[in-house]
């Protein structure tokens, strides 16, 4: 069963909802423009871990990188939720860093393919334990931020999405339907760099908690 712990009740994860460029600051760092509307990508459950975890860097990357963002974690599902409606739908909130294969990915977009893969190695979804909705009064607005051995790389505020969380919701559930379980990583803030086999990364959310995990590269030819 992969897991998010919320008070020390294990949630079983459905799929996982990742925004990208919902951060005006960090689609200008990686040189595009911000959507028009909130745009996403899936990444695989089986890619979560937890703190006290391994980033297992794959010997197909040279180049991987860093992403923390507000995970909200769904507790009642639905499709076509109204924003009105969408607080209502969400149990709880996480720390997650997205770990992206940023090479591959590259070399992935370069060609026209799909870059999947990039975002869904097994590791590449740190998650804190959660805390529920109801502990958190404003979760679009809160300090976000994430350390590489100790020195901040990424410092921002949620408050700085160009989305909010209920039109987040209500946009990924007019696509598809939301269910119990499901979590959505609503983004990240620019400072988005690289990380090393033997680097320590610790990310935090105010009011929500920290994750801290290591770096390794694989042993796999």
Known sequence: MTFVKIE???????????LLRSYRA??????????????????PRSSIIHDGGEIVIPPESNDVHHEVELAVIIGKGGAKIPADKAMAHV??????????ARDLQA????????WAAAKGFDTFAPISEGVPASRVQNPGNLEIWLKVNGQYR????????IYSIPE????????????PGDIIATGTPEG????????EVEAGIEGIGTIKVHVIKSSAL
């Open 8 to 18: 020390g009740k294990k949630i079983e994860v459905g799929k996982i909802v990742c």
């Open 26 to 43: 960090h689609a200008e760092e990686m040189g595009s423009a911000a959507p028009e509307k909130p745009e996403f990508f899936l990444k």
């Open 91 to 100: 149990l709880g909130y996480a720390v997650l860093i997205d770990v992206t």
């Open 107 to 114: 070399k992935a977009k370069k060609a026209g393919k799909p």
């Open 154 to 161: 990424q410092r921002s505020c949620t408050g700085m999405m």
């Open 168 to 179: 987040i919701i209500s946009h990924v559930s007019g696509i598809m339907g939301l269910e």
């Open 192 to 199: 988005v760099g690289p990380i090393v086999a033997g680097d």
